[in-house]
């Protein structure tokens, strides 16, 4: 009896996938977050004892963008119908860019302007031996949206899509480096395989 508990324990905690009434399969809230995680890094950046920037991104690979289609389909109920605009969506996306969802924070306010096309910040992906520019563009849902699928993003911080002109499906599984330089500092983001 008590190692068909065990086994059954075992079973459970195993479980990580849920299915809607429509069939669609779906991850758990923990294990969308693993997802999340692995494909997270982050970094802070002081001047002595001053911190002059924090970053936080996410890259949203098939894999993320597949655990986020699930994700919100359990957060806003999607039918079959949205579940596969969503999806075409996202298909289309990683077979034309690459983009890096950011939370960025920087003490002085006036320095928070990645997404002006005069920002005092340059940001690039290297991957391959090859650099490319990105493009940041302010994001703007509610904050509880943002925090339902990057839930390490808080208040402080400023959400920003970064992209990139290179698809994602055409350097999935590489490793990436996300540079983010200027006059008040420079951090790096590395995303591997």
């Known amino acids: 009896m008590k190692y068909l508990l065990g086994f059954f324990l075992f079973l459970s905690a195993c ?20 997802v999340i995680e692995k494909y997270t890094d982050k970094t802070r950046r002081y001047s002595g004892f001053y911190n002059t920037m924090d970053m ?16 919100s389909s359990m957060l806003y109920q999607w039918d079959d119908k949205k579940f ?6 996202y298909e289309t996306r990683l077979n034309k860019e690459t983009e890096i969802f950011l939370s960025f924070f920087t003490p002085e306010k006036k320095n928070d302007d990645l997404f002006k ?9 290297d991957v391959d031996g090859k ?5 940041a563009k302010k994001i703007k849902l509610q904050l509880a949206e943002i925090e339902g699928l990057y839930p390490y993003h808080n208040r402080f911080y400023t959400p920003y899509s970064v992209t990139f002109p290179i698809p994602m499906k055409s350097i999935e599984g590489k490793a990436l480096k996300m540079t983010i330089t200027g006059a008040v500092g420079s951090g790096e983001l590395n995303f591997n395989p």
């Open 84 to 89: 596969a605009e969503e999806k075409a969506k």
């Open 131 to 135: 650099r490319f520019e990105g493009k």
């Open 15 to 34: 479980a990580s996938y849920e299915v809607t009434p429509s069939g669609n399969t779906l991850r758990t809230t923990g294990s969308y977050m693993d």
């Open 56 to 71: 936080e991104a996410t890259v949203i690979n098939s894999s993320v963008a597949e655990a986020q289609l699930g994700q």
């Open 117 to 125: 096309e005069n920002t005092i910040w340059k940001i690039f992906l």
